[in-house]
């Protein structure tokens, strides 16, 4: 018997428009700014914009992360995602208030180091409530949607009392840090401080997880975990404890982007979970469930829109994503990225 | 005295099934499955399509639930153990569907598959020389591979790490015969280097070729056990058991070993 | 002839049939047994609550599909009796009027929202009409000049539905038991009346071949595409009659209150109530619409006071007074709601039939 000599592959060119096609959800994002500078006219106005779009877009992308990787890995939906949202601002806001001292001093780095504790403070307190969560609410239903769906708005509503009975029904203000008030300007371009530092915070999580996802063995567990959960265990992987590991990471994730939303509005309230979580819902959707890299365009997307209507129509804004999200839907059903189950 | 007992140890069989059924929701699948993978040998499971061989495999992996009965893998019962630790013991496993996963590229499929770390250079030469298409598309996606290359990949990926026993569904389900004659080669290579095989098998001429025993399943429990040769020679008995003989086999036997 | 009233979906168990009638005695003379404003209030908000939690029964007990928006439907109808009543002047053809329009615009919607987001994926279209159903509650308090945004819309009833209205005063001398016959009993028989015709549509529906096949396909989506249902139309159909029916019910709620607000219609805290409501009555029962929100809204309005009494009787333990207090029933009821989903499945009702 020889090397079967007529099992030759060949690697076929493939044409403009099929390399084209997969890159077709990546290239929306430059398109969208374009059709934003065209609605604008004005390059100061539009950078504004187009910066507080991104923020907001990467910070829904920090929120949105977590519940559709989990949702790929191990097709679970949580309707309570956005409790963590509310948890981690309440939690990084409490923070905030105690360190005051570092908050109201004129140094850059104390101010930097307050906001780095709510964060990690926030972070932590929604990995743990989310490892709770997991266990106790999310666990007994696996397998079933309806069921889920169910269990986990549930699972919301106690979450949502709970903070009030924590910290009251009330709507808390508070400012930001003084370093992170006001903007920097450049020329004739006002460039909000906290705008920024939103985008750089977005661009770190995006860069480690795509690293993580790319370049580790844990990534490549997850990956390969969302096509065909079965055929990782059969290869000696407790997919379990890394279903729970994601899930821990998304609500961390969650509470970050709940600490940087609560810098953002400055107000919290134990609601603005919900709110977020509409948000969230259509990223996800438009992203196509389960898909990270669509979720990022997704929530780009989203943030982007929203900030050029609500310039041009304000009352348009929230609107304009059930557009968006229509608009899409109609184009992809699954979504920009959608993800194909292996069974 | 220490040589017998090792001895004994060596003889003991790496595998074995003893009464277990399994059910699909409300399916009764598996009815009784005595089975007995002796060490060192390859053992084929055949039957007709739909009597249970599938099945058994996914019981032994803990891909479904048994519920009753018991599967000891070197002496361990594993019927209750996660799918996880069931391949941590000692056991690769190619399923009936591939499980390719198609968004990887075909380098991290393998790296995914080498559990114990990075994958061995021998190993992997050895893979390389088996399976050259697989070092073509290295750095291709795994989901843009053609069927015969799919099942390389899913071969593949079981053979890169050292196991004590490989568990293989249909390796040659739908393969052109020249690559029925790669694969039968890689699993002879696979026998020559010590390990013990579990198989499905169609191809009834591959099962001859490789096979040392054979357990032949009917209705969900195995019917008739004993040596292959004996069953490729007993036309009556493949008759009744699997309702075809080893004349129209036969041709595809010569076919395969004259490639 | 009960039986055929009911469709031949009898409660099944003596118990629940017992609880049934009186609770349908008890709304049926709520202004004669419990006079008083209150407490005919609440009667009437049992009444629309029951074919509004039924008629989402539907959709969830029968179809298997989770929708957010069902508040949306309800507070369509509740908005669009309340326009007409305002723009086409007070009269029972302005509330008739109102009622058909919200109903078909409630169907229209369902039907978009089904069509493009039921083919794909169940999970998408409890997704999407959750977003879809706030976006349409910020757009409600954000055009105010039509809505009258926040505050809502107070309009005014034909004339004979209101309190001023009086009759039979020359037969009874304007009392029947100590209760004086006005517009507002008129208007309480009127809620009670539609609710129950709109209730025994519902149960008819879910026992007719149709909610036969929206069961099976809940239980089995595969086989029954397989046999030949179309089940993408069955679910749609669905999600539309659903819509329909919470719409007349919105319309009831505001006839009733003379009032819409994005609050009283619109909410997601509403919303919850109903997934509330349903789920510990009884999925795929509707007579779990019936025990769900008798218990509920009984409970929000009378059991609220009890527990402030308790909390004032246990004093000031910072934590578990916080806990105990009535204004954090929603916390006990969450945390009920998530015990009936793991070991309640059917809720009370199918506790009390215990059959399979």
């Not at chain 1, 690697?11 to 609605?39: S, Y």
């Not at chain 1, 009251?168 to 006002?190: C, D, H, M, V």
Request: aromatic letters at 8%; hydrophobic letters at 55%.
């Amino acid at each position: 018997m020889t090397h079967a000599p007529e099992h030759n592959p060949q690697i076929q060119q493939m044409t403009l428009q099929q390399r084209l096609a997969p890159a077709w959800p990546g290239l929306l994002v430059p398109l969208l700014m374009c059709a934003g500078f065209a609605l604008t006219l004005n390059p100061s106005s539009w950078l504004t914009l187009t910066l507080s779009g991104l923020a907001m877009g990467l910070m829904i992308f920090i929120m949105a992360s977590g519940m559709t990787l989990v949702f790929g890995l191990m097709d679970v939906i949580n309707f309570g995602h956005g409790a963590f949202v509310s948890l981690g601002a309440f939690v990084g806001v409490s923070v905030l208030f105690a360190l005051g001292h570092l908050t109201a001093a004129p140094s850059v780095a104390l101010n930097l180091l307050a906001v780095l504790m709510a964060i990690c403070a926030g972070m932590a307190a929604t990995a743990l409530a989310g490892w709770a969560f997991e266990r106790v609410i999310v666990k007994p239903v696996q397998g079933n949607h309806l069921n889920q769906i169910l269990v986990t708005v549930g699972g919301l509503i106690v979450a949502e009392q709970l903070i009030i009975v924590l910290w009251g029904p009330e709507e808390i203000y508070f400012t930001r840090p003084e370093a992170l008030k006001g903007s920097f300007i450049i020329g004739s371009i006002a460039v909000e401080k906290f705008r920024l530092v939103a985008v750089c915070i977005g661009i770190v999580v995006f860069a480690a997880m795509h690293f993580v996802l790319r370049r580790t063995k844990i990534g490549l567990i997850v990956r390969a975990g969302v096509q065909n959960g079965e055929m990782v265990e059969a290869l000696g992987y407790r997919l379990r404890q890394v279903f729970v590991a994601v899930f821990v990471t998304g609500c961390a994730l969650a509470g970050l982007g709940g600490v940087m939303w609560a810098l953002y509005q400055e107000v919290i309230t134990a609601h603005m979970g919900n709110q977020a979580m509409i948000l969230i819902f259509i990223v996800v959707i438009i992203g196509g469930l389960g898909s990270i890299e669509g979720c990022f365009i997704g929530a780009l997307l989203v943030g982007l829109l929203q900030n050029y209507v609500a310039f041009v129509e304000p009352k348009l804004a929230l609107v304009s994503n059930i557009g968006l999200m229509v608009a899409i839907l109609v184009w992809r059903p699954m979504g920009l990225i959608p993800v194909v189950k292996a069974k | 005295m220490a040589d017998q007992i090792d001895h004994l140890i060596e003889d003991a069989p790496i595998l074995r099934l003893d009464a277990v059924h399994t059910d699909i929701r409300q399916y009764h699948i598996l009815n009784g499955v005595d089975l007995v993978v002796p060490r060192g040998q390859v053992t084929m499971l055949l039957g007709r399509n739909g009597v249970g061989k599938t099945t058994t495999l996914r019981s032994i992996m803990g891909h479904w639930r048994i519920h009753r009965g018991s599967i000891t893998f070197n002496g361990a019962d594993i019927s209750t153990q996660p799918t996880a630790d069931i391949a941590r013991a000692g056991i690769g496993y190619v399923p009936e569907d591939m499980g390719i996963f198609s968004d990887l590229t075909v380098e991290e499929n393998m790296q995914l598959a080498a559990f114990s770390g990075p994958m061995s250079a021998t190993r992997l030469g050895w893979i390389f020389a088996t399976f050259p298409p697989l070092k073509t598309l290295w750095h291709t996606e795994a989901g843009h591979l053609s069927g015969g290359q799919k099942q390389m990949l899913s071969v593949a990926r079981a053979m890169i790490e050292e196991r004590e026993l490989y568990i293989i569904d249909e390796p040659t389900k739908g393969l052109a015969p020249a690559i029925v004659a790669t694969m039968v080669r890689a699993l002879q290579d696979l026998k020559d280097q010590g390990a013990s095989i579990l198989m499905v098998e169609q191809n009834f001429a591959v099962a001859a070729a490789l096979g040392d025993t054979a357990h032949v399943m009917v209705d969900g429990a195995v019917k008739w056990s004993g040596p292959m040769r004996a069953l490729a020679e007993d036309l009556d008995l493949q008759r009744s058991l699997m309702g075809f003989s080893l004349q129209t086999a036969a041709r595809d036997q010569s076919a395969t070993k004259s490639s | 002839m009960i039986q055929k009233i009911l469709s031949y979906d009898t409660p099944r168990s003596i118990a629940l049939s017992m609880l049934l009638l009186c609770i349908f005695a008890g709304l049926a003379l709520a202004p004669f047994l419990f006079p008083g404003v209150r407490t005919v209030d609440t009667a009437a908000r049992i009444c629309i609550f029951i074919v509004l939690v039924a008629s989402y029964d539907l959709l969830l007990g029968y179809g298997g599909i989770v929708s957010f928006a069902h508040t949306m439907f309800f507070g369509v109808g509740a908005y669009s009796v309340a326009l007409t009543s305002l723009h086409l002047g007070r009269g029972f053809d302005a509330l008739i009027l109102g009622a058909a329009i919200g109903a078909v615009l409630a169907t229209c919607l369902a039907a978009a929202i089904g069509l493009f987001s039921l083919r794909v994926r169940a999970i998408f279209f409890a997704m999407i009409t959750l977003a879809v159903a706030s976006a349409l509650a910020v757009l409600v308090s954000q055009f105010s000049d039509l809505t009258g945004g926040e505050d809502g819309l107070t309009f005014k009833l034909p004339r004979e539905l209101g309190p001023a209205f009086k009759f039979g005063q020359t037969l009874f001398d304007g009392t029947v038991f100590g209760v004086k016959l006005n517009g507002k009993l008129l208007t309480y028989y009127l809620v009670f009346g539609t609710s129950l015709v709109l209730f025994l549509i519902t149960l008819r529906l879910v026992n007719a071949p149709f909610g036969r096949v929206l069961q099976a396909i809940r239980e089995n989506e595969f086989r029954a595409e397989a046999i030949g249902y179309r089940v993408v139309h069955y679910k749609i159909a669905a999600t539309c009659l659903s819509a329909a029916i919470a719409s007349c019910a919105g319309a009831l709620y505001a006839i009733w209150l003379r009032y819409v607000g994005p609050s009283t219609t619109l909410s997601l805290e509403l919303m919850i109530d109903i997934l509330l409501i349903l789920v510990i009555g009884g999925m795929g029962t509707i007579y779990g619409a019936v025990i769900g929100a008798t218990l509920f809204l009984l409970t929000e309005n009378y059991l609220q006071a009890a527990m402030g009494r308790l909390t004032s009787g246990i004093g000031d333990i910072p934590v578990v007074s916080a806990l105990l207090s009535p204004d954090r029933w929603l916390l006990w009821m969450g945390i009920l709601f998530i015990v009936s989903v793991y070991c309640f499945p059917k809720g009370i009702v199918g506790h009390f039939r215990k059959d399979p």
